[in-house]
């Protein structure tokens, strides 16, 4: 299983701007499609945005469609989630994740089988 490293959260205003970044380890990386789930405090983990590998095809869930996009870097195995016109409720511990098969439901967390550590963002009013 590779190792995935998410880097690039903290603490922003509202109405701002974070880059995350996820990165595999290791010499070999199969992965079908990235996603990145957030968690928010009392509440259960959600889908933020996919990515597949092969095509850029990009999915996104509906609280963060048209402020947050979804990108990746095929030669460096490097996956990214722009987030702009951040909200408080956009406060979570944000998760990348690999799938290393196709599903139609690439929303759900039981179509990934590899997830990062987690990095905290936390958007003040």
């Known amino acids: 299983q590779v190792q995935l490293v998410e880097s690039g959260g903290g603490l922003v205003q509202a109405g701002g701007s974070l880059r995350l970044s996820c990165a595999a380890s290791?010499?070999?990386?199969?992965?079908?499609?990235m996603g990145w789930f957030r968690q928010a405090p009392g509440k259960e983990r959600e889908f933020v945005a996919a990515i597949r590998w092969s095509d850029g095809n990009t999915y996104y869930a509906n609280s963060v469609k048209g402020r947050f996009t979804i990108s990746r870097d095929n030669a460096e195995n490097t996956v990214y989630l722009q987030m702009n016109s951040l909200k408080p409720e956009d406060t979570a511990v944000y998760y990348c994740?690999?799938?290393?098969?196709?599903?139609?439901?690439?929303?759900?967390?039981?179509?990934?089988?590899?997830w990062g550590q987690g990095t905290q963002v936390t958007v003040s009013s």
């Open positions: 994740a690999s799938g290393s098969r196709d599903s139609r439901w690439y929303g759900s967390s039981s179509s990934y089988d590899c």
């Open positions: 290791g010499r070999t990386f199969t992965s079908y499609r």
